[in-house]
């Protein structure tokens, strides 16, 4: 998006990503966690395997849904319409790494991501007329009091009743629903799909690395009582108490930096060069898109101390330590700069509240084994000896091989 509208639409959504506002959310963002420790006890309780990604998957589904349309999806606990939609629409528009041309280039794929685009549409146009109903009432001073919703549907409708104050219209203008529809779709995208990649990926670092998940839980023993069914209610009184949790943070950006959940691309210009630091050669960036390979500079060992090892401690230590990070702006999964990723306060606090509720009720293990005894295939099983290494698909981004399937049990 040109410089002009994109400083726009990112100074209109802004408020609805500030720390301050995001920590109102987490009463409803651990609503939504505890919906996802009963399925996981459930889970526990009928002994089965099953794809931890899929349940991420639902869960940030939902918390998206409030945060962008202060709609409730309840996709947890039933296939509503519109999240199924919006699953079908990604699943059909990305082919990852497939190989064989006839699933890589389906020729049914543009007609069925044309429905499903259509479907989405007609459901985000709705929540835009039905939004902008509201508002035009809430113009009226009575009701001003009222207008305390945040949600990105919401601080788009309060932007365009700005420039259009007298609002004489009983619908949208079709410009701004388009470019309203377009962002919306984005966060629905980008606020779920990479989202629950991150939250699988530390759920399992933190398991397959049992010291660190110990240091983990006394930290949430100590910030929110030893007794973890009471971690919830404190969250809910006190949201701030996710400011005391270091060692969490630290785990989830350690699970950032190894499996990263998108790359970056970002538009060359002239007189910017790209240098390479193994002969010197310059390669102008002007006329070209420049890719940014997340995994590439996260497990670069001129960047990183011992990089393809699990050191959440890496984020603790202070400058000068072996481990603290050589350069600034090596780490970048939600990328750097202006155009940088605006919903990362909300995936950090997603995650956050989620480990906080449920890391001391559960323990995960990891089911590849089971999996591939189940579907065998000649496929690769190991990466960087890792089984659940990263594949595209989704919303474009990287998630776990198989979507990551694992055993859960309710700890003692």
Same mark, same amino acid.
Request: proline fraction near 8%; charge should be neutral; charged fraction near 25%.
């Given at each position: 998006?040109?410089?002009?509208?994109?400083?726009?639409?990112?100074?209109?959504?802004?408020?609805?990503? =500030?720390?301050?506002?995001?920590?109102?959310?987490?009463?409803?963002?651990?609503?939504?966690?505890?919906?996802?420790?009963?399925?996981?006890?459930?889970?526990?309780?009928?002994?089965?395997?099953?794809?931890?990604?899929?349940?991420?998957?639902?869960?940030?589904?939902?918390?998206?849904?409030?945060?962008?349309?202060?709609?409730?999806?309840? +996709?947890?606990?039933?296939?509503?319409?519109?999240?199924?939609?919006?699953?079908?629409?990604?699943?059909?528009?990305?082919?990852?790494?497939?190989?064989?041309?006839? @699933?890589?280039?389906?020729?049914?794929?543009?007609?069925?991501?044309?429905? +499903?685009?259509?479907?989405?549409?007609?459901?985000?146009?709705?929540?835009?007329?039905?939004? #902008?109903?509201?508002?035009?009432?809430?113009?009226?001073?009575?009701?001003?009091?009222?207008?305390?919703?945040? =949600?990105?549907?919401?601080?788009?409708?309060?932007?365009?009743?700005?420039? &259009?104050? =007298?609002?004489?219209?009983?619908?949208?203008?079709?410009? #701004?629903?388009?470019?309203?529809?377009?962002?919306?779709?984005? #966060?629905?995208?980008?606020?779920?799909?990479?989202?629950?990649?991150?939250?699988?990926?530390?759920?399992?670092?933190? &398991?397959? &690395?049992? *010291?660190?998940?110990?240091?983990?839980?006394?930290?949430?023993?100590?910030?929110?009582?030893?007794?973890?069914?009471?971690?919830?209610?404190?969250?809910?009184?006190?949201?701030?108490?996710?400011?005391?949790?270091?060692?969490?943070?630290? *785990?989830?950006?350690?699970?950032?930096?190894?499996?990263?959940?998108?790359?970056?691309?970002?538009?060359?210009?002239?007189?910017?060069?790209?240098?390479?630091?193994?002969?010197?050669?310059?390669?102008?960036?002007?006329?070209?898109?420049?890719?940014?390979?997340?995994?590439?500079?996260?497990?670069?060992?001129?960047?990183?101390?011992?990089?393809?090892?699990?050191?959440?401690?890496?984020?603790?230590?202070?400058?000068?330590?072996?481990?603290?990070?050589?350069?600034?702006?090596?780490?970048?999964?939600?990328?750097?700069?202006?155009?940088?990723?605006?919903?990362?306060?909300?995936?950090?606090?997603?995650? @956050?509240?989620?480990? *906080?509720?449920?890391?001391?009720?559960?323990?995960?293990?990891?089911? +590849? %084994?089971?999996?591939?005894?189940?579907?065998?295939?000649? %496929?690769?099983?190991?990466?960087?000896?890792?089984?659940? +290494?990263?594949?595209?698909?989704? %919303?474009?981004?990287?998630?776990?091989?198989?979507?990551?399937?694992?055993?859960?049990?309710?700890?003692?």
């Amino acid at each position: 998006m040109p410089n002009g509208p994109w400083k726009k639409w990112r100074s209109i959504f802004s408020p609805g990503f =500030s720390p301050a506002y995001m920590l109102e959310q987490v009463p409803k963002i651990v609503d939504k966690a505890e919906v996802f420790c009963q399925l996981l006890r459930e889970k526990a309780g009928q002994d089965t395997m099953f794809q931890l990604e899929e349940a991420t998957f639902r869960l940030t589904i939902d918390i998206i849904g409030l945060i962008s349309l202060d709609s409730s999806f309840h +996709y947890q606990t039933s296939d509503s319409e519109f999240p199924a939609t919006l699953r079908s629409l990604i699943e059909w528009a990305t082919f990852g790494d497939e190989i064989n041309p006839l @699933k890589r280039w389906n020729p049914y794929r543009p007609f069925i991501t044309w429905y +499903y685009g259509r479907r989405l549409d007609a459901f985000i146009h709705a929540e835009l007329e039905k939004r #902008f109903a509201e508002r035009r009432q809430f113009l009226q001073p009575e009701k001003q009091k009222d207008r305390k919703v945040r =949600s990105i549907v919401s601080l788009a409708l309060d932007s365009y009743m700005a420039e &259009h104050p =007298s609002a004489e219209s009983a619908s949208l203008d079709p410009t #701004f629903r388009t470019y309203a529809t377009a962002q919306l779709r984005l #966060f629905l995208v980008a606020g779920h799909d990479t989202t629950s990649s991150a939250m699988t990926y530390t759920f399992h670092l933190l &398991h397959t &690395h049992p *010291a660190f998940l110990a240091r983990v839980r006394a930290e949430h023993d100590q910030v929110f009582g030893p007794d973890p069914t009471a971690a919830a209610a404190r969250l809910r009184r006190d949201p701030a108490l996710l400011n005391q949790l270091p060692l969490t943070l630290a *785990a989830i950006k350690e699970a950032l930096r190894l499996f990263p959940p998108a790359g970056g691309i970002r538009m060359g210009a002239p007189g910017i060069e790209l240098t390479s630091d193994v002969d010197g050669t310059r390669f102008p960036t002007a006329g070209c898109s420049v890719w940014v390979v997340h995994e590439a500079v996260h497990r670069n060992p001129a960047l990183w101390p011992r990089p393809d090892e699990f050191l959440p401690d890496r984020w603790l230590v202070e400058p000068g330590h072996e481990l603290h990070p050589g350069c600034k702006g090596a780490w970048r999964p939600f990328e750097i700069g202006p155009r940088n990723c605006i919903g990362q306060t909300l995936a950090l606090t997603e995650i @956050k509240t989620v480990l *906080a509720v449920a890391l001391r009720s559960f323990d995960l293990a990891p089911a +590849y %084994g089971e999996w591939d005894a189940l579907h065998p295939g000649k %496929g690769v099983k190991l990466a960087m000896g890792e089984r659940a +290494y990263q594949v595209s698909g989704g %919303g474009g981004g990287q998630h776990p091989a198989e979507r990551y399937p694992c055993r859960v049990s309710v700890r003692g």
